[in-house]
């Protein structure tokens, strides 16, 4: 489905390499789980490969898909392409929605757009994938604006133009972090159920190592812009191999330790 070969990013304002040879394939209606600390180049190595960095920083390698190049697409081309055949969530929903449209206005936009059809169609397309969604009275939500919505709402409304696009390929950056573990677990239900029903593979950019375990069936750790461990989850998180891989495994099995400590106390 998708191909990534050494995938470098160049800042030239600065001439400094802030990612460097990120190698991996992603098959369909599989999910590649990316992690990595702040500043890994998780995110902003996704963002490359659907041509969506700033001009400045210089994108080389190989982004392979559908027997076609991403990275030497022209704008124009790589258009066709973003939004229709792979999405994108971002990591904060309030931000990614214009806050002086309603919900409905840029779902409706998004996709006449990508689908090419009429604003009422549009219109109850948006309703049917809200309602699919586990949202109450989509037909209000369509007329609320962005801060009107918590942010767990506003993600599964990101999550629900992405089910009505049948995207191939959906990048989910970091997508359950701004959300309270009931969102986050409804969220990645959403996710679960999308792969399931639309035969969709997914890159889950995370830190949860939970969530990645869950998700994923291949996982990429990433440290200080390089790739650092590359396997299925199970291996990697059974016999990680590098040092970070390990370290990251360690400092969440003594998190879990010490809630579930905490909780047994308070329970006695």
């Excluded at 962005?146 to 133009?161: E, K, N």
């Excluded at 750790?221 to 191999?241: A, D, I, S, T």
Aim: net charge neutral; hydrophobic share 40%; charged share 30%.
């Amino acid at each position: 489905m998708l191909e990534i070969i050494n995938l470098t990013i160049t800042d030239e304002r600065k001439n400094e390499v802030i990612v460097k040879d990120v190698n991996f394939t992603l098959e369909r209606n599989d999910c590649l789980g990316i992690v990595g600390e702040s500043g890994s180049g998780k995110s902003i190595t996704s963002k490359a490969i659907l041509g969506l960095v700033p001009s400045w920083l210089k994108v080389t390698g190989t982004v392979q898909f559908d027997g076609k190049d991403l990275v030497q697409m022209k704008t124009k081309e790589i258009r066709k392409i973003r939004g229709k055949r792979i999405c994108m969530i971002l990591q904060d929903a309030m931000s990614a929605f214009d806050p002086l449209y309603t919900i409905g206005s840029q779902m409706i936009e998004s996709l006449c757009e990508n689908l090419e059809i009429s604003k009422q169609e549009a219109e109850l397309l948006s309703i049917v994938e809200l309602e699919k969604m586990r949202i109450k009275e989509p037909a209000q939500v369509l007329k609320k604006y962005p801060h009107q919505l918590s942010g767990g709402m506003l993600q599964r409304c990101m999550i629900a133009i992405a089910m009505a696009v049948k995207p191939d390929i959906i990048i989910a950056d970091e997508p359950t972090t701004a959300l309270d573990s009931i969102n986050q677990n409804e969220v990645v239900t959403e996710f679960e159920r999308l792969r399931s029903e639309l035969d969709t593979s997914v890159i889950f950019i995370s830190h949860d190592l939970g969530v990645i375990q869950r998700l994923a069936q291949t996982v990429l750790v990433m440290k200080e812009g390089k790739q650092v461990e590359y396997g299925k989850v199970e291996e990697v998180f059974l016999r990680p191999k590098h040092e970070y891989t390990r370290f990251l495994i360690h400092t969440r099995v003594q998190l879990t330790k010490s809630f579930s400590d905490a909780m047994r106390k308070d329970h006695i």
